[in-house]
Every structure is written in C-alpha cells, then in structure tokens.
C-alpha cells in the first residue's frame, strides 16, 4: 500500500508544544458555551452557510415549522437534530443548500394560549377585549418563543440562516393558501356544508378529522336505557321499544330508533310494559323474555317524543333500518339524533329526516328546548333521568367506559353540533395522493404504510375554523345569486374590492381588518363581505414547499429546490404536515413535495411513560442543556432507532457520557498528553514509513468507517451510522491505544502520528452529530498543532473521502480474527485464575503470522508465543477456541514469573497512587514507603533499581509507618506510601 494521505501532504512538521493542555475533568457544559462565543466570533455558522454556495450540486431541505408558541422541551430537540445532522452532513459533502428555519405561527394552539394568559374563558372575551388587540397579542406571543426558540436551537449546536427563518403568519404565506384555494375552487373542490361536527364548546369551534384522530381519552359516562312508546293500532296493548345512549343529552334531539334487521330481537316483559329489544341484550339486562320476534313488524313504525319539549313537536318518529346497529353493547336499538353526531347526521340525510340543532357554540341548550334550554349539555344527564323517571320512561342506568373526543389542543370534552363549514373535496384528487405517496421513500417504511392507510381514509378536508387568529379564508360567498368568489391574491381582492385603496391599507391580512374589505360579487354586483372563518392551521404548513421557495414569483428558482429531497418530523406528522404539503403537491403541481421522509417516535420518560406537563416528567431543554450539555441530548437521539419510542432521562445520559463521550474524550486527552511529553517533532502518519501493524490497522479501520458512515448517512441512517462511530471509539480505546501503551510512553512517533491522523479523521465524521467536542478537538490538533490547510472550525471541512484501494480489507479481516484469540486466551486465563499481571512463559496458537504473535504474546503477558498446528495437551496447558483460532496457555508459574507477578501489582497500585495524588506522567516526586510480609524483599529489590520507571527522586524504605496517603495489599504483602513534601 502506497498512496499517500492528501491531508497529511499539507502538513508542516510542528512541535506539540503548541497543543493546548486537555483537563481530564473538562465542565463540558462551559465549553459548549465558549464554543458558541467563539463560532459567532469567528463568523463560523456565516462561513458554514456560504460554504457551498458556488457548488453545482444541490440538496434541498424543508424544515417543518416548530409551533412558536412555548419554550422547547427536550423532546423538539429529536427532529431538530437529524436536520441539523443531515444538513451538516451533507454541508461537508459540498452540497449547495437551504438552512431555512419555519416557524408554525397561527390556529388555535396560539389563541389558546394567549387566552391563558390574559384570563379569557369564552370568545366573549376575546371580542370584549377586541379582535385587533388580540390578533396582536397573537403576533407577539409568536415573535416572543420564536425568538426563544431561535436561541435554543443555537444552544442545540443548530446552525441555520436565523435572520432568513420563515413564518406562516407572514402576509406571502397567508397569500399563496388564497392562490391555492382558488385554485382549488376552480378546480370545483370547495364546498360548504352543514354537518355534525366534533365542536369543543371551550375553543367555540369544529375540529378536523386530523386534528382529533389522537385525541380521544377513556373516560366514564353515565349511559341510559329507556322506552320509546310505539304508537298504538286502535286497541293492542302498549309497546315500548328499548334503546340505549352514552349520551343522554342528545335524547332531545332524537328523531329516529335504527335497528338491523341481521339481529335476533325479543320481545320482553320489563315493568309490566311489552318492550322489544335485541336478543343478546335482553340476555345481559336478565329480563324476563316473552317471546322471540321479526323485527321487522317493528321496522316502520312510529313512536312518541320521549322528552317533552318544544323542539320536539311535530317531528314524526320512526324506527328504520341501519346495519351498523350491533348486539355487542347497548340494547340492540339505536337512538338516532342526526344534529348530534357525524354517523346520525349521515343516517339523517340519506332517509331525508330534519336534524335538530340543541346546542349553542358554548355547548349550551338553544331555546325551544323547555327545562333544557340554557344548560351545558355536559351537565344536564341527572335532569333528563329524572324526567324521564316521571313519565316511567327510565328503565336504568349504568356507568359506562368509551374513548370520547376532547379538544386536542384544550383538552375540553367535546360536543356535537351542526355547523356550517367548509371543505375541499378529497375523493377527485385520492388517486393523485395515493400515486404520488407511492413515489416517495418512507423511512421506517411503516410510515409509508400509515400514509397509504390514511389517504384511503381520509374524508372531506374541513378546512374553516369559527375563530379569530388564522389564515383569513378568501371567501366570499354572495347572498343575492350565490355566487361563491375566492380571492387568489392581493391584486385579486384590490380589483374586486368595493374601495381598491382600503386594500393598500391594509395592516395586516388577518382579522379583524380583512373584515373591513367588501367586494362586489363579480356575477351580480352585490356587496359581499368575506365569510368569518379563518383556516385550518395545516393549510399554513402545507403551502411551505411553494410559498417558501418563490414558487410564484421565481419558478426557476422554484424548480431548482423541489421537491424536497428530505424532510423530517414526527411520525404522526403523516396525517398532518406531510399530509397537507402533498394536498398542495397534487394541486399546483401534480406532484409530490418531497422524496425521502423520515418519520420519528415519541420521546418518553426514564419509565417509558409520556412526557407531559401535567405529569411533571417533562424537562425543558434549556435544563437538560444547563445540566449535561447539549452534545449527549443529540448522541442520544442520533443512536436512538427512529421508529421506536425513545427514553430520556439524566441517568440514560450518564449512560451515554460514560459509554461514549468519556472514551473519546480520554482518547484525545491521552494523545495530547503523549504528544506534549515527548515534545514530537512529527510530521504525522505517513503511510510510506509507518511499519507498525497496529497503526495500519486503525488507520484502515477510521477510512472504513468514514465510508460506511457516509453510506448510512446517505441513507438518512443517523442509527447506524452513529453507531459505528461508537464501536470504533471502543476500537480505538480499547485496543488500538491499549495494544500501543508501551509504544506512546516510548515516545514512537509514528504512534503518535497515527493516532493524531485517526483523531482528525475522526472529528470530521463526529461533526454533524456532536458539533461541540468534535470541533474542540479538531481546533486543538489541527489548529494549533499549525496544519497548513486547518480551517477555523471542523463545521468548514470537507467530509474525508477514501478509495477502496486506501483500506486494507485484508488485515481488518485478520485483525478480526486475532482478536478472537486474545479473548480465548483471556478465558483461557480466567480458568486458571491468572490476573493479566502475571506473566506466563508461553502459549501456542493456530495461526503462523509474527504480527499475529507479537499481538497474542503482548496482549495475554506472555514470554513467547509459538505456532503448533495442534493444540498442546500438557500438564498446566490450557486450551481454549477451536480450528486455527485456539489458544493453548502454558499456565505452570516459575520463581521468576512470579516475582514479576508482584511487581506488577505493585507498578499497578503505585500508578494508582500518582493518579489519585494528582501527579501528572511527567512529574518526578519524592515517596517513603514500608513494607511488610512474605516476599517484600522482591519489591524492595525493583524499586532500588528502578527509580527512573517509578518517577521518584528519592525513595526511602521505612521501618514503620502510621501516617500514611496510601494502603494496599500485594499477595501477602502489606505496604503503605506516603509523599514527602
Ligand atoms: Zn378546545
Ligand atoms: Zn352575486
């Protein structure tokens, strides 16, 4: 192998004495923040930026914009780190990119807030307070934590264009959702429509099927049976018919009874009334059954009003046909009340019966509704079982657990009423969805799936809100010939606009001065105000690929950024962001808006539990950054699998500083140290000179890794290819550097220069996923070791490149193997309850190669090491492993070996001593020392003649001792030391 190492070529021959000293008790927390200084110093995220701005190639990223609504939790960080470490990455492959930042700055979960935070209860307050200071107070909620945000993903190590971040409250975004909505109505995708919708009475508004798939809880609620009288042919005897809610309040807006005629329904004697219900439940409620009967002489009939109110008059009862109707729970009847639930309200339309609308936007009884009128409808189940229990029209009540809708963003239980809003049709554009989803690449590939599963489940998209701070919907919909005008753009509105000037003056494009602009219906010439909605929070986002890449006014510059190569978010963000960006895909362009999605998990507690305020498990970031750093928060993520839930804690990153972080930081502590004392003169590893086994190895080893890193990250595996770099920090510091001690105390400089070349490669690959420690060390070893080509932060190189013909695949494979051997020599040692200390005079391997031996005999303390085709059966010969990987350990001690035994000890446990004493390698002291015990003559001997290794001036042997800094025991031996000052 001779190619030479292009980085080192540049190299000039430097003293070490330049190297900056490393504290093996380093306040990691204190560097990240000098770093910091130092990167705005030195303008290295401005370099970093610009790095690649003439490049040819390109990458495109598009961040998902971070609700700026509260300080982040540690839990953000997941996201932003793999898009602080593909961009990295990708930066230090010279790709030309974006580092635009998004902002989520509109929609409910900001009102809510600010409502929180001046003490409103209802919209009543936010009017009473006005609109316009409340849009306001919205504004600078969002300009407050965007800017906190902004600081903590810098304290996150995040380097971004800052100043260029974008805000879906911004005037262009708001503009390109009109354009798209236009579009979309030209297309005839836009309809109103009055349903039954999921409405929290806290927020006064409909929420999307989107919105609320995650927000259902378990909870319990009383649900009651009770009779419904059939009207009666002229002289039989009274029937009653039994049907079951969990919902008593929805009994005053009941208009029909379904069953399904697939059932076995009874008719049974309850309270001497003849009642018919389902077979099933007349077994479970343990009444007293009559006979069995054909539901479908029920089927048809009519019934009374249950509850008497006038809302209730003239509505004609019936008992129809539904297939959904089950015998699993309830009575086998079922109560419909198409005002009050989505699958009554369809029911409802498809037979033609009118829906009663009970409530008020506040969930409060309308008028019409007699004792109810005016009520919460959470409140009034005991008022309702108690009129019903006078009329005899209760039969009984029994708690009952569901999965119930509440608010996902106030956490209200729901209602159910008829409103009237606003759709963009999803079956004509289903096909386009579900096509261009197919296109993209999914990682983990089950989130493709989910994405499948929820574009062929996906209704109509209600996109309208009956609230203040959002996108103004652009409609205008005429009263006079129902014309229904969306506005595309500014200079659209202008020109249908009853005063043009009005628009020109504008403030802002939200609520409540948008409401100030009339238009004249371009089809009649009435005048037509915008309808009040604002829109669903999704549209903000999802227009992002477009509005945030000029797509309107620079199509060239458009086309140069999309799609997206990557974005990504959590996984449920399938049904949200990734969601609504592919509507806008499919409708302005007919295309998807990105091509590699990657979709991550959920960051949970030590305890696997969920992390939540509420639970007083959640840790702000700014903590967790104060306390550990925010290096080993983005180490633990990176290592983490994408698609699984992931635990965090302070013990989990104790865990990773001590798996990793201590390693390398010793490794490079260890170089500096070596490197400084021998006061190299080096000029590196150079690949022509270097003869010793174990430097090409490693240096082989760091190529393979930068290629399989690079692979993995190619792949948007940040997993797997942390991961590798974790295993090759336990290589390096465990076996490259413990295999080669003896070589750095003697000051060999190809050592040293390995290690160093291994150390710099390294810290390139390190950089994107723990930009601190990697560009303190690079800094220190490249900077100040005076390398001719080092740039001001590890954040500017290039990423390390290398040709298969630069890595010795042949001895990695041995090298494997070798170590194979070592660790069956060490059990070989274990057996014979031989500690590493103890040399052994000699053991036989399969293998004939002398690197392979030199290896085995230093790794295992041996004398010699022979190959013997066979294993040796001898007296005191243990043998370990099989084929050529056997070790055959000669396990009999002489005299010799023994005293060398305790020598050893003793080096270990004085070694020890220094350490603890604080002393450095270099520093030369002086000790008194007793002993006492069988064999202290041996130790007594070594420290006379080798004050040198020991680095003592004077040693003095004493005969007793009692004041002492150390004790320890050597076999038999007691011995004590202590430092003469
Ligand atoms: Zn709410
Ligand atoms: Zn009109």
Redesign the pocket.
């Known amino acids: 192998m001779r190619i030479s190492l292009k980085s080192y070529d540049i190299m000039t021959a430097m003293s070490a004495k330049n190297l900056k000293d490393v504290s093996p008790k380093q306040d990691f927390v204190q560097m990240e923040k000098d770093l910091l200084e130092k990167w705005e110093k030195e303008e290295v995220v401005k370099k970093y930026l610009e790095k690649n701005q003439d490049s040819e190639e390109r990458f495109s990223f598009i961040d998902g914009p971070i609700t700026a609504n509260n300080p982040m939790g540690v839990h953000h960080a997941w996201g932003r780190t793999y898009k602080d470490a593909v961009q990295r990455y990708k930066n230090a492959k010279g790709f030309k990119q974006r580092f635009q930042n998004g902002f989520d700055c509109q929609g409910?979960w900001v009102e809510?807030q600010v409502e929180k935070e001046l003490g409103f209860n209802s919209k009543k307050d936010i009017l009473d307070y006005g609109m316009d200071n409340f849009t306001n107070a919205c504004v600078s909620r969002v300009n407050k934590y965007a800017g906190i945000q902004t600081e903590q993903s810098k304290r996150l190590g995040m380097f971004m264009d800052w100043d260029n971040s974008y805000y879906t409250m911004s005037e262009t975004n708001n503009l390109y959702i009109w354009n798209f909505l236009k579009r979309c109505n030209d297309r005839g995708l836009i309809y109103k429509s009055e349903a039954s919708t999921t409405w929290?009475?806290?927020?006064?508004?409909g929420?999307s099927q989107h919105e609320q798939a995650d927000a259902y809880k378990d909870i319990e609620d009383t649900a009651v049976y009770v009779f419904f009288k059939l009207n009666n042919k002229e002289d039989s005897e009274e029937e009653y018919v039994l049907a079951w809610t969990t919902t008593p309040w929805t009994l005053s807006a009941n208009v029909l009874l379904a069953v399904n005629p697939e059932l076995d329904y009874v008719k049974a004697k309850i309270e001497d009334k003849a009642v018919y219900l389902g077979k099933d439940a007349a077994q479970r409620l343990d009444v007293e059954v009559l006979e069995d009967i054909d539901i479908k002489d029920v089927i048809g009939r009519e019934y009374e009003s249950l509850i008497d109110i006038p809302a209730q008059e003239g509505i004609e009862h019936k008992v129809v046909v539904w297939d959904l109707v089950d015998s699993e729970s309830g009575s086998g009847v079922v109560h419909i009340a198409p005002g009050c639930g989505e699958e009554d309200f369809e029911l409802g339309q498809e037979l033609g019966v009118p829906a009663i609308s009970a409530l008020d936007t506040s969930g409060h009884f309308t008028e019409g509704f007699g004792f109810l009128s005016g009520k919460y409808a959470h409140d009034v189940a005991d008022i309702i079982i108690e009129h019903l229990e006078g009329k005899g029209l209760l039969f009984k009540t029994e708690t009952y657990e569901h999965s119930y809708p509440?608010?996902?963003?106030?956490?209200?239980k729901?209602l159910f009423r008829l409103e009237n809003n606003w759709f963009i049709k999803i079956d004509e554009i289903r096909p386009e969805l579900k096509r261009e989803a197919e296109k993209v690449k999914w990682m983990p590939e089950f989130v493709g799936k989910r994405m499948q599963d929820w574009l062929d489940n996906m209704e109509d998209w209600m996109i309208s809100r009956k609230r203040f701070y959002g996108l103004a919907l652009p409609f205008y919909e005429c009263e006079k010939c129902g014309n229904l005008h969306v506005v595309g753009g500014k200079e659209e509105l202008k020109e249908v606009a009853l005063d043009p000037s009005l628009v020109d003056k504008l403030p802002s494009i939200h609520r409540p001065w948008i409401d100030e602009i009339k238009i004249k219906c371009p089809e009649c010439g009435e005048v037509v105000e915008r309808i009040q909605d604002v829109g669903d929070c999704w549209l903000d986002a999802g227009v992002v690929p477009f509005s945030t890449l000029k797509y309107l006014e620079d199509k060239e510059y458009w086309e140069q950024w999309y799609p997206a190569e990557f974005v990504v978010e959590m996984i449920e963000q399938v049904r949200l962001w990734f969601y609504s960006m592919l509507v806008f895909g499919v409708i302005f362009e007919d295309s998807r808006p990105y091509e590699n999605v990657l979709g991550f998990a959920e960051v949970r507690d030590e305890n696997n539990q969920r992390m939540s305020k509420t639970a007083h498990n959640y840790i702000p970031l700014d903590e967790a950054s104060d306390k550990v750093g925010t290096d080993l928060i983005r180490w633990n993520f990176l290592t983490a699998s994408a698609g699984a839930n992931i635990r965090f804690g302070f013990s989990i990153l104790d865990d990773v500083r001590r798996r990793f972080y201590i390693p390398l930081w010793n490794t490079y502590n260890y170089f500096v140290t070596y490197a400084k004392l021998h006061d190299c003169d080096y000029k590196g590893y150079d690949e022509d000179k270097v003869e010793d086994v174990m430097d090409k190895w490693i240096v082989s080893k760091v190529r393979k890794l930068a290629m399989d890193v690079g692979e993995n990250m190619d792949e948007f595996n940040m997993a797997m290819a942390s991961r590798k770099i974790e295993d090759f920090i336990k290589d390096l510091s465990q076996w490259y550097i413990r295999r080669s001690r003896n070589r750095f105390k003697e000051g060999d400089e190809d050592a040293i220069g390995t290690l160093h070349y291994v150390l710099l490669v390294l810290t390139k690959l390190l950089a994107p996923f723990v930009p601190f420690i990697s560009d303190e060390i690079y800094s220190n070893i490249s900077l100040n070791l005076g390398l001719k080509e080092s740039k001001s932060s590890v954040h500017l190189e290039d990423y390390p490149e290398f040709r298969e013909e630069e890595i010795d695949e042949d001895l990695l494979e041995k090298m494997v193997l070798v170590r194979e051997v070592c660790s069956n020599g060490l059990q070989a040692r274990e057996m014979a309850k031989l500690n590493l200390r103890q040399p052994l005079n000699k053991a036989c391997i399969g293998i004939d190669e002398d690197f392979v031996k030199d290896i085995v005999k230093n790794e295992l303390n041996l004398k010699e090491v022979e190959y013997s085709k066979e294993p040796v059966k001898e007296e005191g010969v243990i043998t370990v492993g099989d084929k050529e990987l056997y070790v055959s350990l000669d396990t009999n001690l002489t005299k010799e070996l023994r005293e060398q035994g305790i020598i050893n000890d003793f080096l270990r446990k004085y070694r020890d001593f220094r350490k603890r004493e604080g002393f450095k390698i270099e520093d030369v002291i002086d000790i008194e020392i007793f002993m006492e015990g069988e064999g202290k003559e041996v130790i007594e001997a070594f420290i006379r003649e080798n004050k040198e290794e020991m680095q003592v001036g004077n040693i003095v042997v004493v005969d007793s001792m009692s004041d002492f800094d150390r004790e320890f025991k050597i076999g038999e031996i007691d011995v004590r030391i202590r430092k003469v000052s």
């Open positions: 409910l809510v929290c009475p806290r927020c006064e508004t929420l509440h608010c996902w963003r106030c956490g209200t729901c």
